[in-house]
Structure formats: C-alpha cells, structure tokens
C-alpha cells in the first residue's frame, strides 16, 4: 500500500505533526444556562486560555512537533466553491433550525461569505443578533425558539481535538460523538478527510465515519504499538461501534489484537483517557479510583464479530500483548486518594506522551507530576488553568497526525 501522511503506531513514539484547534469565540457564548448540554462545568476566560493554548503549540513545536490547526485546513478546503456550497448546507442540515424558508435564506447569505467567515460561524455558531433583519413570516418554530440565542450552535469542545477523530496506523477514524453539542465537529474532519490535500492521499483508510449509529469517541482509543490498539468502553463509547472498529481494523490493517478496558459510565471519567494514559514504553499512569473498576476484555478477529476472551487484569493484559516481562501502573495523586480525585477532575492522569518517557501535563497537579518524575518520566507543565474548565487536559487537547515510529 503507497504511504500517505497520516501514520501512529504508539501512543509515545516521537510527536512530528498534531491536528490541533485554538479556542476561539465560541466560548465567549457559554453561558450559565447552557452549561449542562454544552459540556462544560464553566466558563473560561478567553484571552488567558488562548495564551494558555498557544503555550502548549509552543511546547510541541520546540519539541519538533508540526502545528496543524483546524480552522485552516478547513478554510483551505473551502476555498473550493462546489466544497463551500455543499459545506454550508451540511452544517445548516446539522443545526436543526427548523424552519425551511429560513434555513435558504441563511444558506444563501453564508454561501456568500469567504471561507474563513464561513469557518468562524460554523465553529462560533451564527447568534440570532448579527444575522441581517429581514422581513419574514414567522413559522411556528420561530416562535417556539424565540429565546433560544442561535440559529447555529456554537462549539466550544473543539478544542478537544482528540475525540472527533483519531489516527490509527494509516488510516483514519472519523468519530461517531454520543452528544449533540459535539456532533457536528466530526462533520469538519469528515470534509477535511475526504478534501484536504494532507489527508486525502492514497493510503488513508478510514476506519470509522461519522455516520455510524454506535457512538465512539476518540478520548478511547489508545494506539499502543503497530499491532495491538486499547480501545475504552465508557460513558461515550459503546461495546458494538468497538466490535464494528476491531473487525475493520482486523480486518485491513496490522491491528492483531484491540484490548477493550471498561470503565465506569460517569461525567467525571468520560473517556478513558481521563483515567489512564501511556507514558512510556511500559509506563502507565493511572487514576487509583477506578483501579479495581475496570473490566478488560481481549479481542482479536473472528468470524463476523470479534472473538471475545475477558482477562485477568489490566497489568497482566498489557503485559501479554505488548510482549514485556513486566509493565508499571503508576498510580496518579500521589498515593493520596482525595488529591487523586482531586487532581483527576483536574486531568491529571490525561498525559500527552510527546517521545517515550516525555509528557506535557498540566502544572496544577504537582502529586501526580512529582510521582510521574519519581517514576523517571521528564514532565513538561503548561498552565491550564483556563483550559482546564472544559474538562479535558493535554491529551484531549490534540490529535496526533504522525508519530515516529518505535
Ligand atoms: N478525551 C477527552 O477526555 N476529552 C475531553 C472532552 C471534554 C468535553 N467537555 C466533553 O465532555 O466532551
């Protein structure tokens, strides 16, 4: 198979190129009331938490690492007027205005815009307040929805870009989001997949499309080495679109074996990622609260589903499928179990590996920092307090394009 761009074999192999999204207008339209369905527990403060996240570009790229950012390539692609014209209406037919003479009249005035504006308000979300006056009958739905602020959502969880879509030895996932306020960033990468030069190379298959009934997020799906991807059953990701991923993976990649790890469904832990990361080639960090919770599950290839065998435990999994004598759990929060809740709700078990035995954190969680020094990993802090209040921490914060590979 000719090789594209895109290509991770590991969770810790050298950080080159990074799909990342600078948080921008859409979270200065959270407020109280749309808190809940928005996913946030509240509200950043813009102006520090844009410093904060061009801290963390700046961290990968001294490191060697290449900022790719969403609102580009989007932009890029929709500078393609027959691309622009068909974008404009998908995101319309994903907003649910509900009214059709309207949603024509709002299609007509974004088709008119450049590509940057249309990316702006496709991420922002289009306030009621800056589309044109015009006279129009009212439908039913107009006033139903009379207070309700947007004709488009804004989307403030972009900048978790790890869950829309993930990277899988050469091909690409195109997520499934369990939740409407998510739904329609898997819509970007699905047009920057199918258009953008980078992407759109032979050699990309895609794993999973957005269009899927059974949601998969990628705050799951850990690639742990060229054959074997850990993929987290949770409050997000669902037991039969792992199935549906293992059998294509098994079926036309390298992938030999998914191991399925199961946490609790809760807020707090939405995806595994929250609870468990790689640090190194046979370091975890894991979040002691959910220790003796998990449930792991082998799954390798089988006739029309996968073939299901349930294993003793998460160490000795790891263990059997990454071909190590012994492999170390270390246990975040410091040994402390209210600083490891504490520091969890915070992201501290949500590392991002930039090379073996490298990863960025957030400063605030000093017992997990200082235990993951003491286990020998270099630890790289960046401030978060802003960014932080989405619920997400460096690994969230990143979709990574291209590894070197171990
Ligand atoms: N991988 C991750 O755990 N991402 C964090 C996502 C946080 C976001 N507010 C959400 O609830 O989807």
Same mark, same amino acid.
């Given at each position: ?20 999204? #600078? ?61 622009k014209n068909q974008f404009v209406v998908d995101v319309i037919k994903?907003s649910?205005v509900?009214?059709i003479e309207l949603e024509k009249i709002i299609i007509e005035y974004l088709q008119g815009e450049?590509?940057?504006?249309i990316?702006?308000i496709?991420?922002?979300?289009l ?24 004709y488009i ?94 059998? #294509? ?96 709700? =915070?992201?501290?078990? =949500? ?56």
């Open positions: 198979m000719e090789k594209g761009f895109l290509n991770i074999t590991s969770e810790i192999g050298n950080l080159k190129a990074v799909l990342l999204h #600078r948080p921008g207008k859409e979270l200065e339209r959270l407020t109280p009331g749309y808190l809940e369905e928005l996913l946030f527990d509240d509200i950043p403060w813009l102006k520090r938490m844009q410093e904060e996240h061009d801290d963390f570009a700046k961290v990968m790229k001294a490191r060697g690492s290449k900022i790719y950012y969403y609102e580009t390539l989007l932009a890029d692609v929709l500078r393609d007027e027959h691309i994903n649910h509900g009214n450049r590509p940057e504006s990316v702006e496709a991420i922002s979300g306030h009621k307040e800056d589309f044109p006056k015009m006279e129009r009958e009212f439908h039913l739905v107009d006033y139903v929805k009379y207070d309700y602020p947007f959502n804004p989307l403030p969880n972009l900048y978790f870009t790890r869950d829309p879509g993930a990277v899988i030895g050469q091909g690409l996932s195109v997520n499934k989001m369990k939740t409407p306020a998510r739904d329609r960033e898997t819509m970007f990468l699905s047009y920057i997949y199918r258009h953008h030069p980078l992407f759109k190379e032979k050699g990309t298959s895609l794993w999973y499309d957005y269009q899927e009934h059974y949601p998969m997020e990628g705050g799951d799906i850990l690639v742990l080495s060229d054959e074997v991807v850990a993929l987290g059953c949770s409050e997000r990701t669902t037991a039969r679109g792992i199935e549906i991923l293992a059998q #294509r993976l098994f079926a036309k990649g390298k992938v030999k074996k998914v191991l399925v790890i199961q946490i609790p469904f809760t807020r707090a832990y939405m995806h595994l990622d929250t609870v468990f990361t790689m640090v190194d080639h046979d370091k975890f960090t894991i979040y002691p609260g959910v220790e003796n919770a998990v449930r792991v599950y082998e799954l390798t290839q089988g006739v029309t589903t996968p073939k299901v065998t349930p294993k003793e435990s998460l160490e000795k999994a790891l263990m059997e499928v990454l071909h190590l004598p012994a492999v170390q759990l270390i246990q975040s929060g410091g040994g402390d179990e209210i600083t490891a809740a504490r520091e969890q709700w =915070n992201d501290s078990t =949500n590392t991002l590996a930039i090379a073996p035995g490298t990863v960025i954190t957030y400063n605030r969680n000093e017992a997990t920092n200082d235990t993951l020094r003491k286990h020998g990993i270099e630890v790289i802090e960046i401030e978060g307090s802003e960014l932080v209040r989405g619920r997400g921490g460096p690994r969230c914060m990143s979709m990574p394009l291209l590894r070197e590979e171990l």
